[in-house]
T-cell receptor, first 108, second 113 residues
């Protein structure tokens, strides 16, 4: 499975867009990019996923570079409730490998 | 309605005891998982079952034995508990295909004293 690298931590002002980068340079052609987040000690929560094209849902947007070696999760208007650890994962079928993620702090 | 539920939420027990954690999902998924999150907050997959069959078995001591009585349930039994087993255990479920996301339960915090 491909591995990912993310910044350890980031800050974002409330109401501004939070852009969380992820590198996955060894991703293979049939592996999807997934994003999850974990708020405090709750169970991880699915955010969004994509294969090649950019994706958007009610929570976030996912921008995947053309060579698929990196991606960016965008939270368009960050709120205090978005403070969490964000995990970027590449996945094919069952095995999901979580890295240390990015700890995002949304600041009032 | 809770999608993925786990019981108990907290479990405190002594070394050497045997304990079980139960997981149930009402999403109609065919695949269920157990993850362990240790004090360093790393989430590691332990087991995965698809239609009651074991499909992922990571390097986990054989004191840990998952049991899937049906597609909606995946229980985790732990024998001879050790201090190092203290962690938060998460159950998750999904459809098997890579295009489907995993839904996680609220976690069970196990403390071994």
């Amino acid at each position: 499975d491909a591995k990912t690298t993310q910044p350890t931590s980031m800050d974002c002002a409330e109401g501004r867009a939070a852009n969380l980068p992820c590198n996955h340079s060894t991703i293979s052609g049939n592996e999807y990019v997934y994003w999850y987040r974990q708020i405090h000690s709750q169970g991880p929560q699915y955010i969004i996923h994509g294969l090649k094209n950019n994706e958007t849902n009610e929570m976030a947007s996912l921008i995947i570079t053309e060579d698929r070696k990196s991606s960016t999760l965008i939270l368009p208007h960050a709120t205090l409730r978005d403070t969490a650890v964000y995990y970027c994962i590449v996945r094919m079928y069952d095995k999901v490998i979580f890295g240390p993620g990015t700890s995002l702090s949304v600041i009032p | 309605d809770t999608a993925v539920s786990q019981t108990p939420k907290y479990l405190v027990t002594q070394m050497g005891n045997d304990k079980s954690i139960k997981c149930e999902q009402n999403l109609g998924h065919d695949t269920m998982y157990w993850y362990k999150q240790d004090s360093k907050k790393f989430l590691k997959i332990m087991f995965s079952y698809n239609n009651k069959e074991l499909i992922i078995n990571e390097t986990v001591p054989n004191r840990f034995s998952p049991k899937s009585p049906d597609k909606a349930h995946l229980n985790l039994h732990i024998n001879s508990l050790e201090l190092g087993d203290s962690a938060v255990y998460f159950c998750a479920s999904s459809h098997r295909q890579a295009t489907y996301e995993q839904y996680f339960g609220p976690g069970t915090r196990l403390t071994v004293t």
